[in-house]
Each structure stands twice: as C-alpha cells, then as structure tokens.
C-alpha cells in the first residue's frame, strides 16, 4: 500500500483565496483524521470522520474551515477565505477503526501570505 | 483537560549512548498510546503502539514501556546511531477517540 496521500505537498495562496486540500486514505481504512501542526501550539486535531460520517469536528478553528468525505478514498479541508494565520502543515491521517494505530500523510504545508 | 507532556524538548547524545524519552498523560483513561518519529519537514511516522491493556511493546532497537497507573510512558532507543537524529512525539488516545499529541522530543545524536 502507498500510505496515506496528501496533495499538493506545497500550497502558497493570496489571503482571501479558497484553499483546497485533499487526501487519499490507506485501502481498508474506516477512520480518517485532519491535523494541523504550527510551532506554536504543536498538532492539533482538526477534524476526525469514521466511516464517512464526521464525528467530531470541535477542533474546526472557525467557520473558513470545512471538511468532507463524499466516499472511503477521499476526503478535502477546505479553507475559504484564506487568512495569514492559517499557515501550517496540514497532516491527514488514517486508521482501521478509531481506537487503532494511525498512519500519517506526507502533509501539506501551506502558506498564507 | 487532557494533556501530553514531553520533556525534556531536546536532547543531545553521543552516538552508541542509550536514548530514554518521557511522556506523560494526565488522565489514566486511554485506550493507547503512540510513539511517532518525524523528521524535518517531512509526516509521522508510527514505531511502536501500546494498547491500554499492555505494559511494553519492543520493535527492533526500539522498546516502550506504559504506566497507566502513574501516567506515563517510557521509550527507550538502544545504542542510538546517527540516524536516530528526529523528533520523537507521543500521543495518547483517550476515550473521546481524539489523539492527542505531546510538544515532542527533538533528538541529536552527535558523530
């Protein structure tokens, strides 16, 4: 299995611009996660579904950040408007089922400017 | 609030020296804990899991320990090498499913 991909691997936007980030899970996994990692506050989970179903999403930062996963293989962070501080890497994340082992993505690093 | 604390946050050894990494959660009611390495700008990778019901678990050079009862956990790198040299993050799954994740330990293991 390719692990977990995440595209693109770099994103530079224009403050106000609608991002969109994108992951592909393991094959077989039923839980995904999205993260975010500053050097500030470290990572933080974002978002988490299980078997497509969002089920907690508390870690959203505001209303600019949504996140889907309209099937198994998929799932997009979108970002709308863009704001300087949104800058990070964005870490998506994969598991069999909640309480197993999580397998991580590449990132994207996005920057905001 | 639960939290994962990580100290110290960096370390420097001389090659072949055994490495000993700290972890601490505040509440005992995890369903694991996690050790990851990650290296400059690069993802996580996982090393080693150990469930709640565990007390070790050992990959190669690699050995974690848990402690439910005090809240920790141990990760011990044998004879570390060079390439040793990452950031090494716990994260401990607590009963809301969310991992949550310490500051990390940046490791250098010197030549």
């Known amino acids: 299995d390719a692990g977990v991909i995440q595209s693109p691997r770099h994103e530079v936007t224009e403050m106000g611009q609608e991002v969109t980030l994108r992951c592909k899970p393991i094959?077989?996994?039923?839980?995904l996660f999205w993260y975010r990692q500053t050097m500030m506050r470290g990572l933080e989970l974002l978002i988490y579904f299980n078997n497509n179903v969002p089920i907690d999403d508390s870690g959203m930062p505001e209303d600019r950040f949504s996140a889907k996963m309209p099937n198994a293989s998929f799932s997009t962070l979108k970002i709308q408007p863009s704001e300087p501080r949104d800058s990070a890497v964005y870490f998506c994340?994969?598991?069999?089922?909640?309480?197993?082992?999580?397998?991580f993505g590449q990132g994207t690093r996005l920057t905001v400017v | 609030k639960q939290e994962v604390t990580q100290i110290p946050a960096a370390l420097s050894v001389p090659e072949g020296e055994n490495l000993v990494l700290n972890c601490s959660f505040t509440?005992?009611?995890?369903?694991?804990l996690q050790w990851f390495r990650q290296d400059p700008g690069k993802g996580l990778t996982s090393l080693l899991l150990?469930?709640?019901?565990?007390r070790e678990q050992t990959s190669g050079r690699l050995n974690a320990s848990l402690d439910k009862s005090s809240g920790r956990s141990t990760l011990y790198i044998a004879a570390s090498q060079p390439g040793d040299s990452a950031t090494y993050l716990c994260a401990a799954l607590f009963n809301d499913y969310k991992l949550s994740f310490g500051a990390g330990t940046t490791v250098t293991v010197r030549a």
């Open positions: 994340a994969s598991s069999s089922g909640p309480a197993t082992e999580a397998f």
């Open positions: 509440d005992s009611a995890i369903y694991n």
């Open positions: 094959s077989g996994h039923n839980s």
């Open positions: 150990i469930q709640s019901s565990q």
